[in-house]
C-alpha cells in the first residue's frame, strides 16, 4: 500500500481531524483497534508539540503526516517547518510527581517501537514512528 | 465538548462526552476551576462518554485534582475505557488518582 499524507494546518481543532484520517489509514492497514488508538494518541501528541512548540501557537502553518507501511511495520512521519525540536531541552518526566505537563514525548517513546527525529533541515522537525507488527520487532528496536 | 454537571447528594458528578485534547483541555480546566470555587470540591467525573485522552487532558485533570484536594475535597474518576485507562497507567496517573470501576462505586467513596 502507497503512502498516503495528510496536510493540516496548526490549529487544535485540526487534531480530531488527524485521528480520523489515522484511524482510517491504520484501518486499511490491518492494525486492530488498540494499535490503531496507541497511534492516534502517539501522533496527536507529536502533532501537539508542533502547534504549541515549534509554531509557538500560531496558527495557519503547516503540518504534514504520513503513513506508509513497509512488511513488518507502519512507518509514521510528523513533518514542521517552525522551531525546531530542542533535544537538550527535554527531561524525561518524574513519574513519582503528579505531573500536568511535559510527559506528551514520554507518551509516544512508550507508545512507539521506534521514535527518530531529523533536524538536519532548513527548518522545523520530522519526526518519525515505527510500530512493528506484532512479533515482527527486531530484537535491536 | 459537552460536559454535563449534576449533583448527588454533596457530590458533584461531572460527565464529558467527546475526546479530551488540547482543543478542549482549556473548557475541561474552566469548568472544574469554576466548580471548586464555588465550594464544589468533591467530584466524581464519569469518563465513559470519553475514548480519547492525551498529555493536555491529563494535564487538566492533574490541575484540578490539586485544585480540590488543596481545599479538602478531590477529583476521583470512573467509568475509565481500555484505551484511556492504559494512558492512566502509562504516566502511573492511576496510582495517584482516586479511580473507580462505575459512578455508584466512585460517589458512594466520599
Keep these: 500500500m502507497r503512502a498516503e499524507t495528510l496536510v493540516i494546518t496548526s490549529e487544535s481543532r485540526e487534531l480530531a481531524r488527524v485521528r480520523a484520517w489515522l484511524g482510517e489509514q491504520l484501518a486499511r492497514r490491518g492494525l486492530d483497534s488498540h494499535a490503531q488508538s496507541a497511534l492516534q494518541v502517539a501522533v496527536g501528541e507529536l502533532t501537539t508539540n508542533s502547534i504549541k512548540h515549534a509554531y509557538e501557537g500560531r496558527a495557519g502553518e503547516p503540518i504534514h503526516i504520513s503513513v506508509e507501511s513497509r512488511e513488518d511495520s507502519v512507518v509514521i512521519q510528523v513533518e514542521d517547518f517552525g522551531k525546531p525540536f530542542d533535544p537538550s531541552r527535554y527531561r524525561h518526566p518524574d513519574l513519582d510527581e503528579m505531573n500536568e505537563s511535559g510527559v506528551g514525548l514520554y507518551i509516544v517513546k512508550r507508545l512507539a517501537d521506534e521514535l527518530t ?25 | ?49 470519553v475514548a480519547y485522552v492525551d498529555s493536555s487532558g491529563l494535564g487538566a485533570l492533574v490541575a484540578a485534582m490539586k485544585q480540590a484536594r488543596a481545599v479538602g475535597g478531590n477529583l476521583k474518576l470512573c467509568g475509565l475505557q481500555e484505551d484511556v485507562r492504559s494512558i492512566f497507567e502509562m504516566t502511573r496517573l492511576i496510582k495517584v488518582m482516586a479511580v473507580h470501576s462505575d459512578r455508584q462505586e466512585a460517589v458512594a467513596s466520599w
Design chain 2, 1 to 49: 465538548m459537552e460536559i454535563e454537571v449534576t449533583q448527588t447528594g454533596g457530590v458533584t458528578l461531572v460527565v464529558p462526552k467527546g475526546d479530551l485534547d488540547m482543543g478542549t483541555a482549556d473548557q475541561m480546566k474552566r469548568t472544574l476551576t469554576e466548580l471548586i470555587e464555588k465550594g464544589q470540591s468533591k467530584l466524581v467525573m464519569d469518563l465513559t462518554g
Design chain 1, 117 to 141: 527525529y531529523d533536524l538536519a533541515r532548513e527548518r522545523g522537525t520530522r519526526w518519525t514512528l515505527v510500530k512493528y507488527q506484532a512479533g515482527t520487532r527486531p530484537r535491536s528496536a
